[in-house]
């Protein structure tokens, strides 16, 4: 993981965030319950394993910067910007060791 820069690292973030939205729509809308696991159940087993280890700050920041993408400043309101970037940068080491965990990047 080394290998890919901070700004690689949030894009992936990004994109499996929003993918985890649809994800999340999929899960709702299958009605059979069997006992085996569908792709976007297990996408978001890891994905909520992720989320969970996170602070509220930053689960927060996730909710508006990820899955929402709300405005571009609209932390301003809430935390300074060296407070947001911190945590921000907190979010996708979080979300890379996970990806780690779960061996999906080296």
């Given at each position: 993981?080394n290998?890919?820069?901070?700004?690689?690292?949030?894009?992936l973030?990004?994109a499996?965030?929003e993918?985890?939205?649809?994800a999340?729509?999929?899960?709702?809308?299958?009605?059979?319950?069997?006992d085996?696991l569908?792709?976007?159940?297990?996408?978001?087993?890891?994905m909520?394993?992720?989320?969970n280890?996170?602070?509220?700050?930053?689960?927060?920041?996730?909710?508006?910067?990820?899955?929402?993408?709300?405005?571009?400043?609209?932390?301003?309101?809430?935390y300074?910007?060296s407070?947001?970037?911190?945590?921000?940068?907190?979010?996708?080491?979080t979300f890379?060791?996970?990806?780690?965990?779960?061996k999906v990047?080296k």
């Amino acid at each position: 993981m080394n290998d890919l820069s901070f700004q690689d690292q949030e894009r992936l973030l990004i994109a499996l965030s929003e993918r985890w939205n649809i994800a999340k729509m999929f899960i709702r809308l299958n009605t059979k319950q069997n006992d085996v696991l569908t792709a976007h159940e297990h996408f978001d087993v890891m994905m909520t394993f992720f989320y969970n280890q996170l602070d509220d700050d930053c689960k927060e920041i996730h909710q508006k910067s990820y899955l929402r993408r709300s405005g571009l400043k609209w932390y301003e309101e809430y935390y300074s910007r060296s407070n947001y970037y911190r945590k921000k940068r907190i979010i996708i080491e979080t979300f890379v060791h996970c990806l780690q965990i779960f061996k999906v990047l080296k």
